[in-house]
């Protein structure tokens, strides 16, 4: 296990082709499918592709990414990450979770915890997005110290989305 992060209950790791079975899994929840969108991926092949384009793609080429949150136990809970969107001018803070890991903490500790190491990784300012009506996912960003900047549309879904920046005060 190639493990970047750990806290008190989780490690925050790199991506590997094993995880594909976990991450179709993430992909095609009710939740992520409505708050973040269909990714096109449909079969361990497409998940494992989308590893290597996404997950280890990102990290060769940036020195970070997305990353996979799991227990200490092992147990793949969800993916967390800075991610480059055209649509915004500085990295954006991703995240979701699994079914049946929802309200435990673990976003805002993954989250936290990279936001916390994100200087040693190059990053000074970083935004996140969030759907309108994601009340939760809302609710994480301004317990981490985001605040709304404003809207902006997703070209791809063609939905307005909530954009945040982290406030400067927070280090």
Known sequence: MNIAFTTERLHIRFSQIADA?????????ANFTKYIGDKGIYTLDDAKKYIKDSFISANKQHGFGPYI??????TLVGIV????RA???????????????EKKGYIFEAANTLLNHRQNLGIKQ????????????????????????????IESTNIAVDVYLLDTERN
């Open 81 to 84: 990450g800075f991610y480059q």
């Open 87 to 101: 649509v915004l001018q500085y990295f954006d803070l991703g995240y979701a979770l699994k079914d049946g890991f």
């Open 21 to 29: 079975a976990e991450l179709l899994k993430l992909v095609n929840q």
């Open 126 to 153: 970083v935004t996140a997005i969030a759907r309108c009506d994601n009340r939760a996912s809302k609710n994480v960003l301004q317990k981490l110290g985001f605040k709304t900047q404003g809207q902006v549309i």
């Open 69 to 74: 949150i799991a227990l200490h136990d092992e």
